[in-house]
């Protein structure tokens, strides 16, 4: 039976570019779900979570499901939640996993869950 960890957490209430969630570490195989909140700081209102979520080991992160609240179409007026899973191919050892923003984004974050299969068995 697979094995789900709430494995890390980041928050931010700075004005910046990034999020980074650290001290993760995950072997091939395992499957990780990131969940971010964020505000909505693009121009009218838009999302400022970036396309790209990176990790030190080059693992693919694939964007599942986004919605933004923007009740006046405004700047900063609502909060934008992403999610995003990636299976691990390359190990990550006390890795940092870096969340993009466009714009500067202040208050932003991050929940991070880890799927470990049991062995013998795949995450699907």
């Known amino acids: ?5 709430n494995h890390a957490t980041a928050n931010s209430t700075s004005s910046g570019a990034t999020l980074d969630v650290t001290s993760i570490t995950a ?3 395992d499957f990780l779900v990131l969940a971010c909140a964020a505000d909505n700081a693009g121009t009218s209102g838009v999302s400022s979570t970036s396309t790209s979520i990176t990790d030190a080991a080059g693992n693919t992160w694939t964007s599942r499901a986004q919605t933004n609240y923007t009740p006046g179409g405004a700047a900063n007026n609502g909060t934008t939640l992403s999610v995003w899973t990636c299976s691990v191919t390359n ?3 006390a890795a940092t996993i870096t969340i993009n923003f466009s714009p500067n984004t202040t208050s932003k974050a991050a929940l991070l869950w880890k799927v470990a299969a049991a062995a013998g068995e795949g995450i699907v």
Not at 1 to 5: K, P, R, W
């Open 27 to 29: 072997a091939v195989g």
């Open 1 to 5: 039976m697979a094995t789900i960890t």
């Open 91 to 93: 190990v990550l050892t």
